[in-house]
Antibody
Framework: EVQLVESGGTLVQPGGSLRLSCTAS????????MTWVRQAPGKGLQWVAN????????NYLDSVKGRFIISRDNAKKSVYLQMNSLRDDDTAVYYC????????????WGQGTLVTVSS | SYVLTQPPSVSVPPGATARITCGGNNIESKSVHWYQQRPGQAPVLVVHDDSDRPSGIPDRFSGANSRNTATLTISKVDAGDEADYYC???????????FGGGTKLTVL
């Protein structure tokens, strides 16, 4: 059974930093793209960033470019999201997701971790 | 950026067929994927590549894509189908994974 477990979400002040983690089990982690998707309270889904199998390619939502960094450690079956210069509108549940069939959609999701940016 | 438009809500009685649309400019040129999100839970993929179902998804869920509208059809709806449904495409021109705004399905 594929499992993705996120951690690291908490309350942080505007301008602060936070690192989210997602650990996978039940799949050949190093074979797949990994993605972060977020959902603001009461709002829809928004793709944030993703990273290629070997970490050689990354893509970002325009509004997080230069502030967020995605990385992965295949030995630990983990993907990370370093979030800097956080803003109020970054408040959301952040989901880790993967694409085992095709990188254009997401077939497994974690349960999410809540990031609240507020003073 | 590419925009996907969904109706905010759809309501149907139990046993009926629900149709949820997803509009986009020439969307038929793209592969459309659909997710179900029950309250308080993570999204679940229910249809990918317009009309393919992942393992474990009942055949009551089907999809179609034509011209400027993609449609998720759920037949014989029951209370367990009440959820938010999101369409999604990959915009290769901008390297962007785009979601629609979501549709809340209510089973009356």
């Amino acid at each position: 059974e594929v499992q993705l477990v996120e951690s690291g979400g908490t309350l942080v002040q505007p301008g602060g930093s936070l690192r989210l983690s997602c650990t996978a089990s039940g799949l050949s982690f190093s074979s797949y793209w990994m993605t972060w998707v977020r959902q603001a309270p009461g709002k829809g889904l928004q793709w944030v960033a993703n990273i290629k199998q070997d970490g050689s390619d990354e893509n970002y939502l325009d509004s997080v470019k230069g502030r967020f960094i995605i990385s992965r450690d295949n030995a630990k079956k983990s993907v990370y999201l370093q979030m800097n210069s956080l803003r109020d509108d970054d408040t959301a549940v952040y989901y880790c997701a993967t694409s085992t069939v095709s990188m254009i959609f997401f077939d497994y999701w974690g349960q999410g971790t809540l990031v609240t940016v507020s003073s | 950026s590419y925009v996907l438009t969904q109706p905010p809500s759809v309501s149907v009685p139990p046993g009926a067929t629900a149709r949820i649309t997803c509009g986009g400019n020439n969307i038929e040129s793209k592969s459309v994927h659909w997710y179900q999100q029950r309250p308080g839970q993570a999204p679940v993929l229910v249809v990918h590549d317009d009309s393919d179902r992942p393992s474990g998804i009942p055949d009551r869920f089907s999809g179609a894509n034509s011209r400027n509208t993609a449609t998720l059809t759920i037949s014989k709806v029951d209370a367990g189908d009440e959820a938010d449904y999101y369409c999604q495409v990959w915009d290769g021109d901008r390297i962007d994974w785009v979601f629609g705004g979501g549709t809340k399905l209510t089973v009356l």
